[in-house]
């Protein structure tokens, strides 16, 4: 692949394999646009939510849904979700948020609704001078970029991936999302057919970025 094309990473795991990090840090090394699509599941959660509407599919579902307005701000390397001018802040992150999110992000009108605003978050790269995209999540590798330059999925032991929700202060439902997300029948959480694993649990952050580094470069050189 020539220097100076346009490159698509995609990340994808479960809650805290440590995709945020190493997509951040990616994002720097390779002057990536950084997008993180949990993020989109989680504001338009909070937004339903706030509307009083149901994680079920029906007439007050695609309402609430029309009634979003998209958009993207860029703020450094991070693309950020706006609804209707709103940019979301840590409230996305709530005990509450984490504990809905999944029920939401299995119904099949929210992903329809969000897939072609993350598909388009490429040509947002192109036009903010980005030499690529990075983008994570749990359905990127396999719906949203299938042909991505790089296809990974993290993975790491639970007790590591409660040590570092711990740390960072936030109270998750991990095993349970991840339960919902593995088991829904549309764009299932699941290491798709010729992405790398990689396992994290025993990795420092720098190790797992040098590691994803080293596969970036094989692609570029
Ligand atoms: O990455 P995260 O933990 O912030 O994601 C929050 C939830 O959003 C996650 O439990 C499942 C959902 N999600 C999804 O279904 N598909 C994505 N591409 C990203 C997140």
């Given at each position: 692949?020539?220097?100076?094309?346009?490159?698509?990473?995609?990340?994808?795991?479960?809650?805290?394999?440590?995709?945020?990090s190493t997509s951040r840090g990616i994002s720097e090394r390779y002057c990536l646009m950084h997008v993180d699509t949990g993020s989109f599941y989680r504001a338009t959660t909070l937004k339903l939510m706030g509307a009083g509407i149901a994680p079920e599919e029906g007439d007050a579902l695609s309402k609430g849904l029309a009634a979003l307005d998209l958009g993207t701000s860029v703020t450094g390397n991070a693309a950020s979700i706006t609804i209707s001018n709103w940019t979301p802040d840590a409230s996305i992150r709530s005990q509450k948020i984490?504990?809905?999110?999944?029920?939401?992000?299995?119904?099949?009108?929210?992903?329809?609704?969000?897939?072609?605003?993350?598909?388009?978050?490429?040509?947002?790269?192109?036009?903010?001078?980005?030499?690529?995209?990075?983008?994570?999540?749990?359905?990127?590798?396999?719906?949203?970029?299938?042909d991505a330059d790089l296809r990974l999925f993290l993975v790491a032991d639970p007790e590591k991936r409660a040590q570092r929700r711990a740390k960072e202060g936030i109270q998750d439902s991990i095993q349970a999302r991840d339960r919902i997300d593995s088991s829904r029948k549309t764009a299932p959480l699941k290491c798709p057919e010729g992405a790398t694993l990689l396992d994290t649990s025993d990795l420092s952050l720098d190790a797992v970025i040098d590691t994803v580094s080293k596969m970036i470069d094989k692609l570029i050189a």
């Open positions: 692949m020539p220097n100076d094309s346009f490159i698509i990473v995609a990340i994808d795991g479960g809650a805290a394999a440590g995709k945020s984490n504990e809905n999110v999944s029920r939401y992000a299995a119904l099949p009108s929210l992903r329809e609704f969000l897939l072609k605003y993350q598909r388009s978050q490429a040509d947002v790269a192109k036009a903010n001078g980005f030499k690529g995209l990075v983008m994570e999540g749990r359905d990127i590798g396999s719906v949203i970029f299938p």
